[in-house]
């Protein structure tokens, strides 16, 4: 599995968490850092991160991905719904949240998040 990482940078114990979760290993992990201009059109900027991950057009719609999205919400939303277009899906993406009482603050992941499958659920839920 590839790891995009537009958000902090994640560390050894991060990976293991994921790989638990995935129940596979992370083949690699593409780190982007994302600071936003926010003076400028987000959908620009999206598209110049997507661009520095490297992936090919085909990688975009075969490869097992997890997204790390980018903390500001503006954005995360943004680069999912640009993922979408290139992939064809939504990917699955990281929750991360805070280690209760860590002094200084440290963060693990929650989960992951099948956004595919959150999709499908709120479509069902339309027919109803």
Not at 72 to 82: E, K, M
């Amino acid at each position: 599995m590839l790891l995009l990482n537009f958000s902090h940078p994640l560390v050894g114990e991060h990976l293991a968490q994921i790989e638990a979760l995935a129940g596979e290993p992370v083949q690699r992990v593409i780190d982007v850092p994302s600071p936003f201009d926010h003076g400028q059109p987000f959908v620009g900027q999206i598209a110049a991160l997507v661009a520095r991950c490297g992936l090919t057009p085909a990688e975009w719609q075969t490869a097992t991905l997890v997204v790390n999205p980018p903390a500001y919400n503006f954005a995360a939303v943004t680069l999912l719904a640009y993922l979408h277009g290139l992939m064809g899906y939504f990917p699955a993406i990281l929750r991360m949240r805070p280690v209760a009482g860590s002094t200084p603050p440290r963060f693990e992941v929650a989960e992951l998040i099948n956004l595919q499958a959150a999709r499908e659920a709120g479509r069902a839920g339309r027919q109803a």
